[in-house]
DNA sequence: GCTTGACCTTGCCCCTGGGGCAAGGTTCGA
DNA sequence: TCGAACCTTGCCCCAGGGGCAAGGTCAAGC
């Protein structure tokens, strides 16, 4: 067996580093760093200085190539070059098992980016896509929908529980017709001016619904003061009619239609 | 619409980097980083010098990492975002047949993996992997048999063409009872002692076995006078008695049993 | 008021898995 | 004998961050 391992005789070692890569489907810069990293040994030199590769390199190279393209970092491979066959074996069905679960991953990925087509469910939980989507549904414009979206966003990056007992009381409000109307009055007064006769009016009629509602459902809502204020100086900070309603119906402070 | 793009006004912006990178599900780094990139706008600072962001940061970095997670180099999702729709539309569609690529490119990673348990045809072309099963098949010691299989890597490496063109031969050859038994005895013969008194019957039957071939079959194999030189050498380095057959019988050079 | 721990800031060097280029030496075929 | 195609080493570059240093800041509890 000697000869067939260790021999350096002449006839053993003759392909170079291009043949070799060649072979092997890699690039010669691979093979290089292959050898700075101890994956695979160097073989000996000819005369001139160029590197003369066996069968056994060969060999050696096919894995590991094979390895690389299974996603394996090269110090992994190394490790498992130098174990015995048994613990290869086992690090092989890792591997494999790490390769479906890639795949099924891409799935996953797959699914997500075709939600950036459109949709609002990349941004925001499913119920409130949902919401939103019924807004839109009900004729609400556009520019308030997202404006809608983006304050639920902040919402559940703030306090996710609390944006989702907030998100079911607006699911359940926006069944009564007389919410509905309310809000496509708030998505209609966006743009008005400040001054407008009709304000005095619509404040009334969101302070006179929000004293109907059953106050169990009021009481279970978190009222985070923080929130509360956030929400309103979002509003505010967008339509100067809606800051006038706000400041002509002030006890109504967290839940006005538009927020 | 200028208060709900630009304005700075309190309340708008309140997210911390930690709670934006939080919320979209990404670390710190990364969206620093994308910020560095241009990826994401470089939100207003609080009196304190942190970055204070808002929901706006919170959808565009959502966005950036659902195509990070496709595999979209951060320059070109730059680009993306700030193009239009249309354009942006078309790009998805791109992705998502690179991403398809890439599962497929798993399966087949995949199926190669599964060959490193065991097996030479990772090494070797199907119909070489097939000769060296046969010769397993027919009782070929597994020492022989790795020996023919690095042979064979290198003549594949050095010379592709004449590689098959041999290996076809040698599967015709292999079909020949009196082939087969001639090989067994040259596998037998590996480490006899060079002066063995059976060496000079196995070199007569050698070249009997030539002398009976069609010579149409031998007149097609290209005779490169390297290969057949890499295909002795390497013999004889491995074996002394395979050495001195080949000297007793030495018009039959390229095509004795074992190379 | 003070400490403590969790945050935030910038800046710098590190990693993988090579690619590309420079500046030379070698080998092979026409 | 010359050019093309090889080979050699060495160096810097890329993405997409990670990790650490050396600070400033904020909120809670005592």
Redesign the interface.
Same mark, same amino acid.
């Given at each position: *067996?000697r000869? *067939?391992t260790d021999?350096p005789?002449? +006839?053993?070692h !003759? !392909?170079t580093i291009g043949?070799?890569a +060649?072979?092997a489907g890699v690039t010669i810069k691979a093979v290089r760093t292959y050898h700075d990293r101890g994956l695979l040994p160097e073989p000996p030199r000819d005369a001139s200085g160029y590197r003369r590769y +066996?069968?056994?390199h060969?060999?050696q190279l096919?894995?590991i190539r094979?390895?690389v393209?299974?996603g394996v970092p090269l110090a992994r491979i190394r490790e498992l070059l130098a174990a015995g066959p048994e613990r290869? +074996?086992a690090a092989?069905d890792e591997? #494999?098992r790490n390769?479906?679960e890639?795949?099924a991953e891409?799935?996953r990925?797959?699914e997500?980016?075709?939600q950036?087509?459109g949709g609002d469910r990349?941004?925001v939980s499913e119920q409130v896509a949902g919401y939103l989507t019924r807004l839109r549904e009900i004729g609400v414009s556009e520019?308030t929908v997202r404006?809608e979206? #983006? !304050?639920w966003?902040?919402l559940?990056?703030?306090a996710p529980e609390q944006a989702a007992a907030w998100a079911a009381d607006k699911v359940a409000a926006i069944a009564d017709p007389e919410f509905r109307a309310l809000y496509l009055d708030y998505d209609a007064a966006f743009d008005w001016s400040p001054d407008d006769p009709r304000l005095p009016e619509l404040a009334a009629r969101t302070r006179r619904w929000y004293a109907g509602r059953d106050d169990s459902v009021e009481a279970e809502l978190p009222a985070d003061p923080a929130i509360s204020?956030?929400a309103a !100086?979002?509003a505010e900070? %967008? %339509?100067p009619a809606w800051a006038r309603i706000h400041s002509l119906a002030a006890s109504i402070t967290p839940h006005s239609p538009a927020t």
């Open positions: *067996m000869a *067939m021999a005789a002449g +006839g053993r !003759l !392909l043949q070799l +060649g072979y +066996g069968a056994e060969a060999t096919v894995k094979t390895l393209q299974a290869f +074996g092989i591997i #494999d390769l479906r890639r795949a891409i799935r990925v797959r997500r980016i075709a950036l087509h990349l941004f520019r404006f979206r #983006d !304050l966003i902040l559940q990056a703030v204020r956030l !100086l979002t900070a %967008s %339509s």
